[in-house]
Every structure is written in structure tokens, then in C-alpha cells.
């Protein structure tokens, strides 16, 4: 027989299954271990235990339990109110503004366009078409351009000002779980919320 069963062992000793050893072809009798592996079988390991490599022999011992996780304190669960209570004020800060009769789009690269067409002011192009969020197109003015800013400024602080409120009521409450956040706020396009 060329081959004989050994041992394989994680990096901390533990047994973790079979392996075969090859028998040296040029010293018969000696066994080549891969690596990590011994020349020994652990004898029968009962539930709940494991056999570990002490050097010399197989020992066995418990394997541990984990224990059951901590619960959240109290401000853990708050924050994750608090985290949903951001996550809709940022929803609704991207949602649009209204301005006259037409939902412009308030999204970050949105945002920073209307702050170049305020800073253009009178040398904005004549004749520019921007895009609102029903798809259609109007044309862009300074003035408008200066109302959007104005509007998306005022939007801003209705959605800054509701989360406010409930993150103080979220942050005093015992059971921030059971607090119903999704009063108060302004609609959106749409009428979403």
C-alpha cells in the first residue's frame, strides 16, 4: 500500500478531517504529510466536542457556545429610528420643488446646476430649455433660475425642519420603535411622501 490516512489540522491544531499521506518512494516506510496534517487518527469525538493536536496526541475538548448576543441599549435603537427618519428627509430633499405650475428636480447634480444658472444671472443664454420632472421643457430665465434656488432653499428647510421634530421626539422616547415618524411631512412630486 502506497498510501495511508492521516489527519488534517486547521492552522490552530483542530482536527478538521481525512487526508492520505503518500509513502516516500525513495524511504519506504516514511509517509509524506501534507501539509498541516499529522500521522495520527483522533479516536471517536462525542457531539458538542472537538479533537485538537496537542503535539504528541489527540485531546478533546467542549466546543464553545457563543454567547447570545447583547440586546440594542436604548440609543442603539434610537439611532436606527433616527437612520429611517434621515433616509425620508434625504428621500424627500431629492424629490423636486415646486415652482409655479412645474416640479423641478432637486437631486445633488440637479442642485449644482441651478447654482451655475444663478451664478450666470444675466448672461444666461436666451432661448434655454431646461428639462422639469413631468419630462417637459421650459425656458430658463434668470429669474426662474433664481426662484428655483430660492425655492429649493425654502424645501429644505420644511424637510430639515419635520426631521427635526422627530428626531427630538425619537431621541426622548423610551420606545422609539413604537413612534410613528412618518406624520408631518411636506408632499412631494407627485404627492409622494
Avoid at 427630538?168 to 404627492?191: F, I, L, Q, T
Amino acid at each position: 500500500m502506497n498510501q495511508k490516512q492521516v489527519s488534517q489540522l486547521d492552522a490552530s491544531g483542530y482536527f478538521v478531517g481525512i487526508t492520505v499521506a503518500d509513502q516516500s518512494p525513495l524511504e519506504p516506510g516514511v509517509w509524506l504529510l501534507p501539509a498541516g496534517a499529522v500521522d495520527a487518527l483522533p479516536s471517536t469525538v462525542q457531539d458538542g466536542r472537538r479533537a485538537k493536536w496537542n503535539g504528541t496526541a489527540f485531546i478533546t475538548e467542549l466546543i464553545p457556545v457563543d454567547p447570545a448576543p447583547e440586546p440594542p441599549t436604548l440609543d442603539q435603537r434610537r439611532d436606527v429610528v433616527w437612520q429611517q427618519v434621515k433616509a425620508k428627509r434625504e428621500h424627500l430633499k431629492a424629490s423636486g420643488v415646486l415652482v409655479g405650475a412645474h416640479w423641478f428636480h432637486s437631486d445633488a447634480d440637479s442642485r449644482i446646476q441651478q447654482i451655475g444658472l444663478v451664478m450666470m444671472g444675466a448672461s444666461l443664454p436666451t432661448g434655454l430649455k431646461w428639462k422639469v420632472k413631468d419630462n417637459g421643457l421650459v425656458d430658463m430665465t434668470p429669474t426662474l433660475a433664481q426662484q428655483i434656488f430660492q425655492a429649493t432653499a425654502a424645501w429644505d428647510m420644511q424637510v430639515f425642519g419635520v426631521a427635526e421634530t422627530h428626531r427630538a421626539a425619537v431621541m426622548a422616547s423610551e420606545n422609539p420603535e413604537a413612534y410613528d415618524w412618518s406624520a408631518g411631512w411636506p408632499a412631494g412630486y407627485g404627492g409622494a411622501e
